[in-house]
């Protein structure tokens, strides 16, 4: 009955985003192959798919990281989602009421303006300290820092919603609390949206940073381990996991939030 | 169309029963230049049915007069008393037209009509058939799931009305509604309108710089003077409907109110 209010892909839409992947494969290929970069600083790109091939699914004579992936990335992909599902919970309502009430706005400026200069790296001497080694660092890090993008959005999606808007549920009898879900939220939702993923994709960066330190599994431990051992083709196995993984979660969350949110489906 | 129409139970009118008084309502805003007042000192009153039209140049405190009447702002003195109790704030027994189209974006043309009604205690059968009904009075009844940047200026007003025709409003404020639509998409608006008002006898309070539109459509005129805004002229317009704009009476009375405007 409606027709579709996007615009629709031509049929070779879908290789548009795989241009860029495919190109620089190619190149890598090609500088592996001719010999320009050496096998001990770029290795192969058939030998870090054989050396991805075992870490994954590992071989029968077993091997250092021989079908280790399943246990990094379940670490891994816990910590993340226990520091960024913090971010969220304390970020979001923050940020909607910052964008809404002066004196929220005025009583947040100052702490989240000074500690956003931080990086966020300055604080792993301390967390190591107060929490030591592992899960709560981690954790920790990658909340700090998925909580600013994440109210900083928040703060500017609820703050530019039409007033007339709020102004239409008023009059049509909406009290605060049901305004605030169906009218204020559903209005900054591009904002929030654009905050939830850039939190989530700074969280992978953290997640690696806290991984860093010591842990004995993890995709950011496997990294720092390989280093260790002079595995470079264990570290770009290591990269290229979590950029997949990390471009996956980006299109869950997505795909999540269109599922869940007219607002989400219909405007974004 | 028609059958539609009829299925909308009437309000019963009692003849010249009072529906809203402005009694000595003055308003001001503080800007960087010092105290601006806005409203000075206006009193009037609108029976139930009547539609009258507020006629002003931009920047007489029309709309300002109009955000108090649906409880946006609060007046600096006097009141606004809506069947005799003061208007406190915004609610649905005075619900605005606004001038840019104030639509839901993310809800469909049929979820934007009925969102008024959700917390409602009426089984979502009669919500259904609600939706259908004022879908129907205001001809969008093809249009029930499209979103509203899919649909034109005029058709985005006409989702404006149904929303707030299906709260049975006392007072319907209006706000400059068609001001941004083109000549055409206007005059249907203003047709519609009017079935919409002799079908459903609400009371309406037009705000327009339009003379035309205000001849086209009042019962009474107020016109406003502007800084500060108060009351200069009330005009009767006794022509009957639907008016003719190259009949002379019109013409008279256009004539009158636009150079009252230039003053």
Not at chain 1, 47 to 70: N, Q, S
Not at chain 1, 101 to 114: D, G, I, Y
Not at chain 2, 104 to 110: K, M
Not at chain 2, 190 to 204: D, F, G, V, Y
Request: aromatic share 8%; net charge positive.
């Amino acid at each position: 009955m409606r027709p579709e209010g996007r615009r629709t892909e031509s049929s070779t839409g879908w290789f548009l985003p795989w241009a860029i992947p495919c190109l620089f494969i190619s190149l890598w290929w090609a500088v592996t192959a001719t010999g320009v970069m050496p096998a001990y600083l770029l290795p192969h790109p058939i030998d870090i798919a054989e050396t991805g091939y075992v870490y994954i699914f590992g071989k029968p004579e077993g091997g250092l990281y021989g079908g280790r992936f399943v246990s990094d990335a379940g670490a891994s992909l816990l910590r993340v989602g226990c520091g960024f599902s913090l971010a969220v919970a304390v970020g979001l309502p923050l940020g909607v009421l910052s964008g809404r009430l002066w004196f929220m706005r005025k009583l947040m400026s100052t702490s989240v303006n000074a500690l956003r200069a931080v990086p966020g790296i300055t604080w792993l001497p301390l967390a190591l300290v107060w929490f030591g080694i592992g899960m709560k660092t981690t954790i920790f890090l990658v909340a700090l820092a998925a909580f600013f993008p994440v109210y900083l959005n928040a703060a500017a999606g609820a703050g530019q919603v039409n007033p007339r808007l709020l102004q239409a549920g008023a009059m049509m009898g909406v009290r605060r609390l049901r305004g605030t879900f169906a009218i204020l939220l559903p209005g900054a939702m591009s904002h929030l949206m654009a905050g939830l993923r850039l939190g989530l994709g700074i969280s992978w960066a953290y997640l690696v940073l806290g991984e860093l330190t010591g842990v004995h599994n993890g995709l950011g431990a496997v990294i720092m381990d390989a280093r260790m051992l002079g595995r470079i083709d264990m570290i770009v196995v290591g990269i290229i996991v979590i950029a997949v993984i990390g471009r996956t979660s980006d299109h869950l969350l997505q795909a999540g939030m269109r599922c869940c949110f007219k607002s989400a489906r219909r405007m974004i | 169309m028609n059958s539609h129409l009829k299925a909308v139970p009437r309000k019963q009118p009692h003849p010249k029963e009072r529906v809203l008084r402005i009694d000595r309502l003055s308003k001001g805003f503080h800007t960087a230049a010092g105290y601006l007042p806005v409203l000075d000192g206006m009193s009037f009153q609108v029976e139930q049915g009547e539609l009258i039209a507020i006629l002003g140049r931009s920047g007489c405190g029309k709309s300002t007069l109009l955000k108090i009447v649906a409880g946006f702002i609060s007046p600096g003195s006097g009141k606004v008393l809506l069947n005799e109790r003061p208007v406190l704030g915004p609610g649905p027994d005075r619900c605005v037209i606004f001038q840019e189209d104030a639509l839901f974006p993310w809800l469909t043309v049929g979820e934007n009509i009925t969102f008024g009604l959700k917390g409602k205690k009426i089984s979502k059968k009669q919500k259904t058939a609600e939706m259908h009904r004022f879908l129907n009075l205001v001809g969008l009844s093809e249009f029930r799931d499209y979103l509203p940047r899919e649909l034109s200026g005029g058709m985005k007003q006409r989702v404006a009305l149904a929303r707030v025709l299906i709260l049975r409003p006392e007072v319907l404020l209006m706000d400059e509604p068609f001001g941004s639509l083109d000549a055409q998409s206007r005059e249907e608006m203003q047709n519609l309108l009017l079935s919409l008002w002799k079908e459903l006898s609400h009371t309406i309070l037009f705000v327009t710089h339009d003379v035309n539109e205000a001849v086209v459509l009042a019962d009474r005129i107020l016109l406003m003077d502007k800084n500060p805004g108060r009351i200069r002229e009330e005009v009767w317009v006794d022509l009957p409907r639907p008016r003719k704009r190259e009949n002379s009476a019109f013409l008279n009375i256009s004539k009158r109110l636009s150079r009252g405007l230039r003053i």
